[in-house]
């Protein structure tokens, strides 16, 4: 059960409400912080979307994706009659101009606190936000909360940013990375700066490298007409690994207002060595997986994915090297790494420590290995520190590498809420500090916007790599060439 404050009642419309993020993602996080108390009987959820459904339809849909997508010890069904009760739905053409949105006012509380989530197309953001102002439902009370990715290339970002910001001022806009709602990412900001022990050895003096990887198992998901026209790039690196990269090389702010955190991660991503095209050759691979196997099972290669006859170049893998040009982390690399059809499902972060300059222990005693902390985002979130230890018992001196682990389900013995349930309600509250604001959003684009026209005016296609591997064997250049390897745990 979760320790936050409940909120007051509020009315959260959600456009795309008949679509995959809001049946898997939305309402069974809605239900979650209903059924725990912090969504209170009497707030609303009004889906939005074209289809021509009754309030009793929608909540039929609504019902099913419940059934499927919450866990069945969590489902309560005298708690889940009582949440659909306050589930309704409009059937509105958003692109429509002459739509009628006097039936969604209808539906809401002018004195109610108002927020538009808009899990639609990004090319929506600018249209739905005007339409929204238009009618007259947007006050001081009014949020919206707009699902990445926000634009598709610089100009675009920058296009959907002023576009929104014709009607919503910056305090209420709130750019969605559901990587930033995780436990274990928030938890970063504790590790470092919380522990002495962390944050003294948070330097290059101390740091060799970096890994973050974000690894998926799965392919397209019906997902093809957008992934097609974004990869890997746009659809995880822009976003949520430099989210990450953020949180692990900015540096401490002067307090955690949202402003003075998102204030050092701009830092982060302005510092970022940018690439010019010699350098995206030798410091970036891209990747697209061809037919494999997962858990056993053959699966497709990305263009049999796709159904269509035209090849693509589109990218469902990258690994690139960066550079953060401030004093901490000079000469300390970042390697980062994302794609689809890979052997397993795992987010992490791993902080490789520097050797130790010589040994005082004989050769017998084995292999020394640096010290090391992984940050496990997913599938089980939490840290694990691994250290050399005697091994107990040994005649003499014998050294192993021991891990300390923290699993935070068993540490805590609590259900961690979702990202989305987390960020949902602080979108409520009007708390932004999870969110990202525009001028990170744009410096993002800045540094990776030069990768991708490097990529685009080079002829070769992306290189072929097998589900369940991890990736073309680039990639593995990439980091060896530099004397180090990828963290894959035994994996």
């Known amino acids: ?84 009760a306050g589930v309704s739905y409009v059937s509105l053409d958003v692109t429509d101009a002459a739509a009628d949105w006097t039936r969604l006012g209808s539906r809401l509380d002018p004195d109610r606190v108002r927020v538009f989530y808009l899990a639609t197309s990004p090319d929506l953001y600018g249209p739905v936000s005007r339409a929204l102002g238009a009618a007259g439902l947007v006050g001081d009370k009014a949020r919206v909360v707009l699902e990445k990715p926000i634009g598709r290339d610089l100009a675009s970002a920058r296009a ?33 700066f919380a522990n002495t022990i962390f944050e003294r050895v948070w330097t290059s003096d101390v740091i060799d490298h970096v890994q973050i990887t974000v690894a998926e198992t799965v392919g397209l998901e019906g997902r093809a007409g957008y992934y097609d026209g974004s990869g890997a790039m746009r ?40 690439m010019a095209p010699h350098e995206v050759v030798s410091q970036t691979v891209r990747g697209q997986y061809t037919a494999g196997a997962i858990d056993g099972k053959p699966v497709p290669g990305y263009q049999t994915d796709l159904g269509h006859q035209e090849a693509s170049a589109t990218e469902t893998f990258v690994a690139l ?28 972060i791993v902080i490789q420590f520097k050797g130790q300059p010589f040994s005082i222990f004989p050769t017998e005693a084995g292999e020394r290995l640096p010290n090391r902390l992984v940050i496990r985002l997913q599938p089980e979130e939490g840290m694990r520190l691994e250290m050399m230890t005697k091994d107990p018992g040994a005649d003499g001196m014998h050294l192993s590498p021991t891990g300390l682990d923290i699993r935070f389900d068993t540490a ?29 959003v744009e410096a993002a684009w800045a540094w990776v916007e030069p990768i991708l026209e490097s990529w685009a005016t080079r002829p070769e296609p992306p290189r072929a790599y097998p589900a369940g591997s991890w990736g073309p064997t680039a990639s593995i250049a990439l980091i060896e060439r530099d004397g180090r390897s990828w963290y894959e745990d035994g994996r």
């Open 412 to 440: 805590f013995g609590l259900r961690f809420p979702d990202a989305y349930e987390r960020l949902l309600m602080d979108a409520v509250r009007g708390n932004p500090t999870l969110f990202m604001r525009h001028d990170e």
């Open 321 to 348: 090297k960066a550079e953060v040009m401030t004093w901490r982390w000079a000469n300390v690399p970042f390697y980062l790494r994302t794609g689809k059809r890979l052997p397993n499902k795992v987010s992490e």
């Open 1 to 84: 059960m979760t320790r936050a404050a409940p909120v007051g009642l509020f009315d959260c419309v959600v456009f795309g409400a008949t679509g995959d993020l809001t049946l898997r993602k939305l309402l069974p996080a809605l239900y979650y912080r209903f059924r725990d108390g912090q969504v209170p009987d009497g707030a609303r959820i009004i889906g939005v979307a074209r289809s021509a459904l009754s309030d009793d339809d929608y909540r039929q849909r609504a019902s099913a994706a419940l059934e499927q997508h919450v866990a069945p010890n969590d489902l309560d069904r005298a708690v889940l009659e009582r949440f659909l």
């Open 235 to 274: 659809d995880m690196l822009q976003n949520h690994m430099l989210q990450l990269l953020c949180l692990i090389a900015m540096e401490p702010p002067v307090s955690l207002d949202a402003d003075r955190v998102r204030d050092e991660k701009l830092k982060v991503l302005r510092a970022l060595k940018p």
């Open 160 to 192: 959907i940013i002023r576009d929104v910001s014709e009607v919503f001022a910056e305090s209420q806009t709130f750019r969605i990375d559901h990587f930033l709602g995780k436990e274990t990412v928030q938890n970063l900001m504790a590790l470092r």
